[in-house]
C-alpha cells in the first residue's frame, strides 16, 4: 500500500512540475508578445522589443501613435508629447542606433546613429534589426508610425 501511495505521489509531483514548466512557457510567450511594437515609416516596418517599466506601460495605452518626429543633430528623430510619462531616467554614456529613449518626461527620442551622449534618458525599448534605419529616416521631419505587434 505504501508503495503505491509513493508511485501516485511521484507521479503528481511530475505532473505538476510539467504543468508548471507549461504555464511559465505561456507566461513568457505573452510576455514576449506584449513587449513588441511595430514602427512604420512610409513602406518600411521595423520590430522593436520593448523595456518593462512604467514608462513603457504608459506608452502602450497610447498606441498606435502616428506622429510626425523632427530631426536633431542629424542623429535622432524626437516627438514631444503633451502629456508627461513617467520616467527613470540614467546616463547611458553611448547610444546606440535603434535606441528608443525618452528623455526629460515628454520627448520620445529615435536614435538612428550611435554616439557618445552626457544626457540622462529612460530606456523605452531598441529597434531589433536596424539595416537601413538610417536611410529610411533620412535627415529631414518624417511621419512614423508605432503600433502594438
Do not use: C, W
Request: charge should be neutral; charged fraction near 25%.
Amino acid at each position: 500500500m505504501k508503495q503505491k501511495l509513493l508511485i501516485i505521489f511521484s507521479l503528481l509531483l511530475f505532473l505538476q512540475s510539467f504543468m508548471t514548466i507549461t504555464a511559465n512557457e505561456i507566461k513568457q510567450k505573452n510576455k514576449d508578445m506584449g513587449n513588441k511594437i511595430t514602427i512604420t515609416i512610409g513602406q518600411k516596418e521595423f520590430v522593436a522589443t520593448l523595456e518593462e517599466n512604467e514608462t513603457v506601460k504608459e506608452l502602450k495605452k497610447r498606441l498606435p501613435l502616428s506622429i510626425t518626429m523632427n530631426d536633431l543633430h542629424s542623429n535622432e528623430k524626437y516627438y514631444h508629447f503633451s502629456k508627461a510619462l513617467p520616467t527613470d531616467s540614467y546616463s547611458p554614456k553611448f547610444i546606440n542606433a535603434g535606441d528608443i529613449m525618452l528623455y526629460d518626461n515628454y520627448s520620445l527620442v529615435l536614435f538612428y546613429k550611435t554616439f557618445s551622449t552626457p544626457y540622462r534618458y529612460t530606456k523605452i525599448g531598441h529597434i531589433d534589426d536596424t539595416h537601413s534605419l538610417e536611410e529610411t529616416l533620412g535627415s529631414e521631419d518624417i511621419a512614423i508610425t508605432f503600433d502594438l505587434k
